[in-house]
């Protein structure tokens, strides 16, 4: 299976859904919400949970109905609305659509907020990833979620 099949389709299904831009489905689980985005034979599907200013969830890359990667990832906000937080999250996917994932994004800003992603290593692919995505307001951290993923297959 081509890898950079399986990043193209991940990074457009996030795009399309995350942060609330999309694909909003019946959760398979009590007390989730779920996204889901299909195109031939693929399906990206993430699942999460939203508490008091936290979410937990997980995402992942189906083909021909086998997951082929997957990853789970922890964010907390304060400081920051979860409207103003959705709108700066999908402009980032918008803004580094084949790089979201797992490659470094130095400080960006958005009107008030800089965002950063922070790779758990330099020699990520989407075999094995890690990180941390953060969203700053005034040098204050207002926004950060961990990340870990990879091939299934």
């Known amino acids: 299976m081509n890898k950079e099949e399986i990043a193209k389709f991940l990074f457009k299904g996030r795009r399309l859904t995350n942060a609330k831009a999309g694909g909003q489905v019946s959760p398979a689980i009590n007390g989730t919400e779920q996204t889901e985005y ?35 990832y922890f964010g907390k906000f304060q ?42 290593s330099a020699s990520q692919s989407i075999d094995e990833v890690s990180g941390v995505e953060r969203v700053l307001k005034d040098g204050t951290e207002v926004y950060v979620l961990r990340y870990n993923g990879g091939m299934l297959i």
């Open 79 to 120: 400081g920051i609305t979860e409207e103003e937080l959705d709108k700066i999250l999908r402009q980032t996917i918008v803004d580094h659509p084949d790089t979201n994932a797992w490659q470094e994004v130095k400080r960006q800003k958005y009107n008030d907020y800089e965002y950063e992603n922070i790779p758990g």
């Open 38 to 72: 299909t195109e031939g034979d693929w399906l990206y599907r993430d699942i999460y949970f939203n508490g008091k200013n936290s979410f937990s969830g997980i995402d992942a890359v189906y083909y021909q109905g086998q997951p082929v990667w997957a990853s789970s």
